[in-house]
């Protein structure tokens, strides 16, 4: 039977066995993309370790209560995109729909704040490697090392929440279609393995980034 | 395995508490710990995944399988940071015996004639 | 063990290359065993292209001065020759087409978990193969399958980025298809299929899909580093900004060393079937073999300095690896001695699947033998990036996995085909295979112990003659490769059928049909029994 509305995909027996077969597959993507993270994790570690002063040097001249604020937004859109799957599995559809905008409205918040008040200052105030870099303070390159990191981190964790704001527009469509009900969410759940996930990276990537060296 | 549906409640505390954790490494970031800013900074972020990934990810309620993934994953991460590590912090700790010198130090001005 | 329906002719069944034509049944389909097709014919595909550089190098080679093309052309032949080999021949070879094809199959399942990202993992390995095909018309790369900074971040002007970009995508096929196998795995066994009681095959193919998962994403990140370097000049290896060129090597050899292992390890699984089906004999040291898979792939994660013994690495790390090497030589062993007790005593036939998986164990285990010489770290100092480690990856890659591969195709012929192909031109070309690997690859041993350097487009003229054995070997060994692309084509059409079960082997797949049902059997199986009972079947078949 070739229904495509079917609760059962045809490869699975029941809705326990796709659900559990769902999880898993979504954990092993997160899987994969902690060590994706991981590998720019290592490297950072490894010139953090090398070159300590110059990299809380450089970490003080980003704006750490920017960072703090951006940290704050991700945590309200991990709670938003937590009751959105709630209302999911409740069937609460007009819910749903809210909270799915909202998760999607401060992401957007988040990267405004990242792309307009962050990058593009930096780059104003000769802070972007490659493209505009003048600081000409005490360890000069080690500091533009550490720039590198900053804006390919940020960077790759920015284009991680794009992608997932196009999936949430996908998600946020078929809702307002009524495509979910308390039989059928796991889409809704899988996407919020996967925004919670990027707000972990966040999680770590404000200390590492923004907290180095006491700013005292 | 039942799909587990948590009550919202536990959603709210969850979220305090991040913001709470949030609050507390960006002011313990400006108390003069020494090394250890790190270390307290690193331990509250390891904190507030937890809380993530237990609470809001529903790993609490997952099959040992998926908590199998992610410990393999962040331990599959410690090798490699591990043994880079291993081989960044131990490059000059062998000290050159018999006269060795590193060939990037030596004079190239007289080379021994080729056998 | 096989129901009678699955006994009728071929024509008139509905099987899964019957049950629908046209392209778009084939390029929008969901059946893993036509996604396993369509990856068969996609490395077939790009084989012939990293064959074809093996062979513009390989003459090249016939004279001293170098025969055919100038230095710079030949760096980007040995380069686009790994790239393709490596990326899109043998890492694909047999997870993609076999393990998609019976993973279902073996386990009793309909399909794999996510039919769709099955798909999916076809088209995204295709769009990475066409732009790294790309890189290759465009003017080719020349820095060597493995990429290393700074040449390939700032010194050289080839086609990095397209390279770099093709080998990043294609990367997120195999993700998919680790993910994919994982799950499929775990949840979708039939009733009373126990993990001990799947077929070593099986267990090869998870411990393969636990380095896709984890270790695919670190190459991936390490080549978007690259591209990120050359194109915005934002560099983490930049000697100038304090980058460490070394830290590429260890990012790059993090996933590129268990990627041996996953061009390896399903050979392995294919060789356990083979040596078991064509004994007749239950496979001696089941567990220690299932087990020895899941080592290797774990053990493989942790040796990835040995490549880098020369290249200004600690000299503690180099030990610390250079030990290590020597322990994940240990379940590969496990293995050779668990076959080698399966043969002994067993009702041996010596058909073409068998060939190879005999060459396999031969020749692998000179490969193996030999990379404990490299990982010798008094030894890697005069060998290392000499033709020595050339032969050793070759006994390896292609005498043994590559042979794996082609046993596997052809023993697992007649279910993906529902024919028989000509076992006595199949034994000839696994023969004048053999010979001609063993004449190409023996001689760069001796090449590399006496000194010659890889990657050189010339070389002094008292390595002439053991060159131009290499190329000799070379030209059998690539006419032997030309000859089952012939009659396994032919048998398409002409060969005898099949029957369900031609070899008279265990195993969930040969009690469907050949060629298989849409959804694999036409009831879900359950199992009873323990793998490879073969004393049962013997019974069975003298009582019939």
Partial sequence: MHNSHAVVAEQFDDRVQQHEASSLGMWIFLATEIMFFGGLFTGYTIYRNLYTSAFETASHLLNAKIGAFNTVVLICSSLTMALAVHAAQTGKRKRLIAFLLSTMGLGAVFLYIKFVLEWHHEYLDGLAPGLHFTYAGPHASRVELFFCFYFIMTGVHAVHMIVGEGVMTVLLVMAWRGAFSPEKYNPIEMMGLYWHFVDVVWIFLFPLLYLLGARF | MVEHIAPKRMYFFVFGSLLVLTLLTWRIAYVDLGPWNTVVALAIAVCKASLVALFFMHLRWSGSMMRIVVCAAIFWLAIMMTLTLGDILTRNLVSPSHGWQSPATVSHTALPASP | ?544
């Fill in chain 3, 1 to 544: 063990m096989s129901s009678p329906e699955v006994e009728l002719p071929i024509e008139s069944r509905v099987h899964y290359l019957n049950v629908d034509y046209g392209i778009k049944s084939w390029l929008l389909t969901t059946d893993h065993k036509r996604i396993g097709l369509m990856y068969l014919v996609s490395i077939t595909f790009f084989f012939c292209f990293g064959g074809v550089a093996a062979i513009l190098m390989r003459l090249n080679l016939l004279e001293p001065q170098g025969l055919l093309v100038e230095p710079e052309t030949y760096n980007k032949l040995f380069s686009m020759h790994g790239i393709i080999m490596v990326f899109f021949f043998m890492i694909p070879s047999i997870p993609a087409v076999l393990g998609n094809f019976l993973i279902p199959m073996m386990i009793g399942a309909r399909d794999v978990a996510f039919p769709r990202l099955n798909l999916l993992s076809w088209y995204v390995f295709m769009t990475g193969g066409m732009l790294t095909l790309y890189a290759v018309i465009a003017g080719g790369v020349d820095t060597g399958w493995t990429f290393y900074t700074p040449l390939s971040t700032a010194y050289t002007n080839t086609h990095v980025m397209a390279a770099a970009a093709g080998v990043f995508i294609a990367g997120f096929s195999s993700i998919l298809t680790g993910m994919n196998f994982v799950v499929t795995i775990h949840k979708m066994r039939a009733p009373g299929l126990s993990w001990f009681r799947l077929p070593l095959f099986i267990w090869a193919m998870y411990a393969t899909s636990i380095i896709f998962i984890l270790g695919t994403p670190v190459i991936a990140i390490t080549l978007a580093l690259i591209g990120l370097e050359r194109w915005f000049h934002v560099g983490i290896f930049d000697p100038a900004l304090g980058g460490d060129p070394i830290l590429f090597q260890h990012m790059f050899w993090f996933y590129s060393h268990p990627a041996v292992y996953v061009m390896i390890l399903p050979s392995m699984g294919v060789v356990s079937e083979l040596i078991s089906a064509f004994s007749k004999k239950k496979i001696f040291g089941y567990h220690f073999i299932a087990f020895s898979s899941i080592a290797i792939a774990a053990i493989g994660f942790l040796v990835w300095g040995h490549h880098m013994f020369v290249s200004g690495q600690s000299l503690y790390a180099g030990l610390v690896f250079s030990a290590l090497s020597f322990a994940v030589a240990i379940p590969s062993a496990v293995k050779v001695f668990n076959w080698t007790a399966t043969l002994y005593k067993g009702s041996i036939s010596y058909e073409a699947p068998m060939l190879y998986a005999l060459g396999f164990i031969g020749l692998f285990t000179i490969g193996g033998l030999t990379g404990l010489y490299l990982a010798t770290l008094a030894i890697d100092q005069h060998v290392h990036d000499t033709y020595f480690v050339v032969a050793h990856f070759h006994y390896i890659m292609v005498g043994g996995a590559v042979m794996g591969y082609l046993g596997g195709i052809h023993y697992w012929w007649p279910k993906i085909s529902g024919r028989l192909y000509p076992d006595g031109w199949a034994r000839v070309a696994a023969i004048i295979i053999f010979v001609g690997f063993n004449l190409t690859f023996f001689p760069q041993f001796i090449l590399g112990y006496l000194g010659m350097p890889r990657r050189y487009a010339v070389y002094p003229p008292e390595f002439h003659t053991l060159n131009v054995i290499s190329t000799a070997g070379a030209s059998i060994l690539g006419l032997g490769y030309i000859i089952p692309l012939i009659y396994l084509t032919w048998s398409m059409r002409y060969g005898p059928e099949a029957g369900p079960n031609p070899w008279h082997a265990t195993g969930l797949e040969w009690t469907t049909a050949s060629p298989p049902p849409p959804h694999n059997f036409e009831e879900t199986p359950v199992v009873t029994e323990e793998p490879y009972s073969y004393d049962r079947l013997a019974e069975e078949i003298q009582v019939a």
